[in-house]
Nanobody, 120 residues
Framework: QVQLVESGGGLVQAGGSLRLSCAAS????????MGWYRQATGKQRELVASIISGGSTNYADSVKGRFTISRDNAKNTGYLQMTSLKPEDTAVYYC??????????????WGQGTQVTVSS
């Protein structure tokens, strides 16, 4: 079993910054990839950023230049550094990890989500 726990969300003024963390624990052999998704009220869940084991990253057009995804492989923890936040960034942010478990099976796991609210 693998668990993901997000933290770091909160209320911030427009133009401010937040750093989200996603800690993975459990029967982990390797995390192949991690991603951050967000879902605003009344909207579909969307991919914000992703990072693979080799370090390559991808970002949604709406956050390019403002958000940075990273990971600490030794800690099995991913991060999303968010700067220049806008009210439209308000959403519940979820981390996702594609994990090779100790059983050598590959599965995607989701965290419980953390609320980010940006006021103008």
């Amino acid at each position: 079993q693998v668990q993901l726990v997000e933290s770091g969300g909160g209320l911030v003024q427009a133009g401010g910054s937040l750093r989200l963390s996603c800690a993975a624990s459990g029967t982990i052999f390797k995390i192949e990839a991690m991603g951050w998704y967000r879902q605003a009220t009344g909207k579909q869940r969307e991919l914000v950023a992703s990072i693979i084991s080799g370090g390559s990253t991808n970002y949604a057009d709406s956050v390019k230049g403002r958000f940075t995804i990273s990971r600490d492989n030794a800690k099995n923890t991913g991060y999303l550094q968010m700067t220049s936040l806008k009210p439209e960034d308000t959403a519940v942010y979820y981390c996702n990890a594609r994990v090779i478990t100790d059983w050598m099976s590959t599965n995607d796991y989701w965290g419980q989500g953390t609320q980010v609210t940006v006021s103008s």
